[in-house]
């Protein structure tokens, strides 16, 4: 069973960045695809990224692009989100989560963590 837990939240100025990370165990070779999605309040989770755990390939929603960057550790298990020139918009509730596919759809994701919080002021 792969366990996450995210930490790095926090309140941030516009324009400002933070770096989110995910502490990752359990994984096996059939959860090699790792993300990030967000749910800001009153509004469905979405995708922001996502990393093949072996490969490194990544890829991004539109929104981030540019913006934030996905990047994961081996050695210690751990996922990170870069988060650059944050907008108000970016506030939410970030999840790391866990998937054996490459994938945008939480619903293709099997494990997830608690969520951290990411609020960026104007």
């Known amino acids: 069973q792969v366990q996450l837990g995210e930490s790095g939240g926090g309140l941030v100025q516009a324009g400002g960045s933070l770096r989110l990370s995910c502490a990752v165990s359990?994984?096996?070779?059939?959860?090699?695809?790792t993300g990030w999605f967000r749910q800001a309040p009153e509004k469905q989770r979405e995708f922001v990224a996502a990393?093949?755990?072996?490969?490194?390939?990544?890829y991004y929603a539109d929104s981030v692009k540019g913006r934030f960057t996905i990047s994961r550790d081996n050695a210690k298990n751990t996922l990170y989100l870069q988060m650059n020139n944050l907008k108000p918009e970016d506030t939410a509730v970030y999840y790391c989560?866990?998937?054996?596919?490459?994938?945008?759809?939480?619903?293709?994701?099997?494990?997830w963590g608690q969520g951290t919080q990411v609020t960026v002021s104007s």
């Open positions: 989560a866990a998937s054996r596919m490459s994938s945008r759809f939480d619903s293709d994701y099997n494990n």
């Open positions: 359990g994984r096996t070779f059939s959860n090699d695809n």
């Open positions: 990393i093949r755990w072996i490969s490194g390939s990544t």
